[in-house]
C-alpha cells in the first residue's frame, strides 16, 4: 500500500506547501495540478493535514481513507463535468479512480459502527453549535442560517452578522474536519470482555495438556478471546490504545496454536489494531512471524521453572532453602494446601487481610502472570498454601492455578513481621504436592532480564542496564526477586514481546506498561472488596 499513501502524501504536501510563507512560484503550480486552483492559505493548510491523515490510513488499510479518496475524485470528476474545472484534468482523476478501484481489496479495515455513530454526532454537534453561537452571538437572522453552513466550509461567501463570525466558523469547520478524519480512521473500540460461556469455553482449554504454563492467565476476566477455527485453541488478549496484546501461546490442543495465532492476526487486520504477545515462548516465535509475514520478537525475561520429581533439598546448593524451611519449622510454622473453592468463609476473610496487609493498601497491579479473584473460588483449578503461625493465625499463603499438567504461581502473600521462610516453605510444599499429584511442571515467578543479571561480563550498555536494574530494585524488585528464584536451581523458559514493526515501539512499551500497572479485578469480600495480589517477595 506504500506507493498510493506516498502518493497522497505527495498530494498533500503539494496542497499545503504554497500556503507557507515565501513558496516559489512552481510549488503553486504544482498545487494546481492536485486541486485545479488556488486555494486560500488557511484552506490548503487544513486540507493538506487531512491529506496527510488520509495517507497514513492509507498505508494502514482503513477503508475511510479510501471512501476518502474515492470521494475527492469524484468531486473533481463532476467539476471538470460541470465546466468549473480544467477538462485536462478529467484523464488524471478518471485513472485515479480507476487505480483506486482495483485496489479496494486491499482496504479491509472497515470504520467500526461506533465510530461512524461517533463521527455523525460530532459533525451534528459542530453544526448545532454553530448555528446556535451564530444566532445567539454572531448577529445572524434566521433568514440566514444557511450562510452558517458555508462559513464552517471557509468558502469565503459574503455573510450576514459579527465581522468575526467567518474566521471562527471557518476555524470551527477546520477543527471539525479534521476531528471527523481521524475518528474515521481510528482502529475500532477495544472489544467487550469474553462472557461466562466463552469463559467456559477457555477454562476446559487450559486444562488440556498441551496448554502452556501461562495458559490459566488467560482466565482474567478482562481478556476477550478468538479461537481456532475447530475451537481446539484460543487466544487471550486485551487491546488498548490501539495495541492488541496476546498473554502468551494459545491454550488448548498445541496442533491448533497456528490457527489461533492466524485467527487473532487476522482479527487485528480488519479491526486495525497493533497485534503484540507478551510472553511468547521460542517454540512459537516461527508461527507468529509466519502467520503475519514478517513480525519483531524481543526477549525480555525467562519464566522460572522446577520439575518436581527432579527437585531435591539435598546437596550443598540447596543450603539456604533448607535453612529456610528448617527456621519455620523451628517457629513453630505449620501449613496447609486446599482447593480455592474449599476454603471456610472465616479462613477465607482472613487471608484476605493477609492479601491486603501484605501489599500496604496499595492496589494489585499486572497482566501477564496475574489472575483476578482472589480466592473467590472462580478460578478453576486454583490451588492454595497456607502458612499458620504458631497461634494458629494465617501469617502467608501462595496461590497456584493448573496449567495443562502443570501448577503456575499466580500470588505470593506474606504478613508483615511474618518468619523469613515461609515463602520458601509454601513454594517446597507445593513442589512435594506436585510430585505427588502428577503435575510434571511448577512455574514460578517471572525473572525479567535474567541473562543480563546472570552474567559476569557485561558490555559497557549492560554495565549501565545492569547498575539500572540494582538501583531501582527498591520499587520494581527485578534483582532481588531473581535471587530469590535462583535458590530453588530452577530451569528457565524463555520469554518473549512480538510486535509487528519497530514503528510501533512507542505504542507498544505505553500498552505494556499500562496493562502491567493496571489495577486488576479485585478480589471480593461479602462486602468490601480487597484487591488481588500478585506475585511479590512480600
Given at each position: 500500500m506504500w506507493p498510493l499513501a506516498a502518493a497522497t502524501l505527495c498530494a498533500a504536501v503539494l496542497v499545503a506547501a504554497p500556503a507557507l510563507p515565501q513558496s516559489p512560484p512552481w510549488l503553486g503550480r504544482l498545487s494546481g495540478i492536485v486541486t485545479g486552483g488556488p486555494l486560500a492559505p488557511a484552506h490548503a493548510l487544513v486540507l493538506g493535514l487531512a491529506l496527510a491523515l488520509v495517507a497514513r490510513g492509507v498505508l494502514?488499510?482503513?477503508?475511510a481513507a479510501w471512501y476518502g479518496l474515492v470521494v475527492l475524485a469524484v468531486l473533481g470528476v463532476l467539476a471538470v463535468l460541470t465546466g468549473d474545472d480544467a477538462a485536462w484534468r478529467l484523464p488524471l482523476l478518471a485513472a485515479a479512480l480507476g487505480g483506486l478501484w482495483l485496489e479496494r481489496d486491499r482496504f479491509a479495515v472497515r470504520p467500526h459502527p461506533d465510530r461512524v455513530r461517533a463521527a455523525v454526532r460530532t459533525g451534528a454537534l459542530l453544526v448545532v453549535a454553530a448555528v446556535?453561537?451564530?444566532?445567539?452571538?454572531?448577529?445572524?437572522?434566521?433568514?440566514?442560517?444557511?450562510?452558517?453552513?458555508?462559513?464552517?466550509?471557509?468558502?469565503?461567501?459574503?455573510?450576514?452578522?459579527?465581522?468575526?463570525?467567518?474566521?471562527?466558523?471557518?476555524?470551527?469547520?477546520?477543527?471539525?474536519?479534521?476531528?471527523?478524519?481521524?475518528?474515521?480512521?481510528?482502529?475500532?473500540?477495544?472489544?467487550?470482555?469474553?462472557?461466562e460461556r466463552e469463559r467456559a469455553r477457555v477454562a476446559g482449554l487450559v486444562a488440556h495438556p498441551g496448554s502452556d504454563t501461562l495458559a490459566p492467565f488467560a482466565l482474567r476476566r478482562d481478556k476477550a478471546y478468538v479461537f481456532s477455527a475447530d475451537g481446539r485453541a484460543v487466544v487471550g488478549y486485551r487491546v488498548l490504545f490501539g495495541v492488541a496484546v496476546a498473554g502468551g501461546d494459545p491454550a488448548g490442543d498445541p496442533a491448533a496454536h497456528a490457527d489461533a495465532v492466524r485467527s487473532f492476526l487476522a482479527l487485528c487486520r480488519t479491526a486495525g489494531w497493533r497485534p503484540a504477545v507478551l510472553g511468547a515462548s521460542d517454540g512459537l516465535l516461527p508461527v507468529w512471524g509466519s502467520a503475519w509475514g514478517r513480525l519483531r520478537s524481543i526477549g525480555f525475561g525467562d519464566e522460572v521453572l522446577i520439575r518436581p520429581r527432579e527437585f531435591t533439598l539435598s546437596g550443598r546448593q540447596m543450603r539456604n532453602v533448607r535453612q529456610a524451611v528448617k527456621r519455620t519449622v523451628n517457629a513453630g510454622v505449620t501449613s496447609e494446601i486446599v482447593a480455592e473453592r474449599d476454603l471456610a468463609p472465616d479462613l477465607r476473610d482472613r487471608l484476605l487481610d493477609v492479601a491486603s496487609r501484605s501489599l500496604g493498601g496499595a492496589a494489585e497491579r499486572g497482566f501477564a502472570m496475574n489472575l483476578d479473584e482472589l480466592l473467590t473460588g472462580h478460578h478453576p483449578g486454583a490451588i492454595i498454601a497456607i502458612a499458620f503461625g504458631a497461634d494458629g493465625a494465617p501469617i502467608a499463603f501462595q496461590r497456584y492455578v493448573t496449567a495443562g499438567e502443570g501448577l503456575s504461581l499466580d500470588a505470593m502473600r506474606r504478613s508483615p513481621g511474618g518468619p523469613n521462610g515461609v515463602n520458601e516453605r509454601l513454594i517446597v510444599e507445593m513442589i512435594e504436592y506436585a510430585s505427588g499429584h502428577g503435575h510434571g511442571v511448577v512455574s514460578l515467578n517471572f525473572a525479567a532480564f535474567r541473562e543480563l543479571l546472570d552474567t559476569e561480563e557485561r558490555t559497557v550498555l549492560e554495565k549501565a542496564g545492569y547498575r539500572a536494574l540494582h538501583l531501582l530494585d527498591p520499587w520494581i524488585a527485578v534483582e532481588s526477586l531473581?535471587?530469590?528464584?535462583?535458590?530453588?536451581?530452577?530451569?528457565?523458559?524463555?520469554?518473549?514481546?512480538?510486535?509487528?514493526?519497530?514503528?510501533?515501539?512507542?505504542?507498544?512499551?505505553?500498552?505494556?506498561?499500562?496493562?502491567?500497572?493496571?489495577?486488576?479485578?479485585?478480589?471480593?469480600?461479602?462486602?468490601?472488596?480487597?484487591?488481588?495480589?500478585?506475585h511479590h517477595l512480600g
Open positions: 494502514l488499510r482503513r477503508r446556535a453561537g451564530s444566532l445567539a452571538f454572531g448577529g445572524v437572522s434566521v433568514r440566514s442560517v444557511g450562510q452558517v453552513a458555508a462559513g464552517l466550509g471557509a468558502t469565503g461567501a459574503p455573510m450576514d452578522g459579527a465581522p468575526w463570525l467567518p474566521g471562527v466558523l471557518g476555524l470551527a469547520g477546520a477543527a471539525g474536519l479534521l476531528v471527523l478524519v481521524v475518528t474515521l480512521l481510528s482502529p475500532d473500540p477495544p472489544p467487550p470482555p469474553g462472557d531473581y535471587l530469590f528464584d535462583k535458590k530453588f536451581r530452577p530451569s528457565y523458559k524463555p520469554r518473549n514481546v512480538v510486535f509487528r514493526s519497530w514503528s510501533d515501539i512507542a505504542w507498544l512499551a505505553a500498552a505494556l506498561l499500562a496493562l502491567e500497572f493496571a489495577r486488576t479485578r479485585p478480589a471480593r469480600r461479602a462486602e468490601d472488596p480487597v484487591t488481588e495480589p500478585a
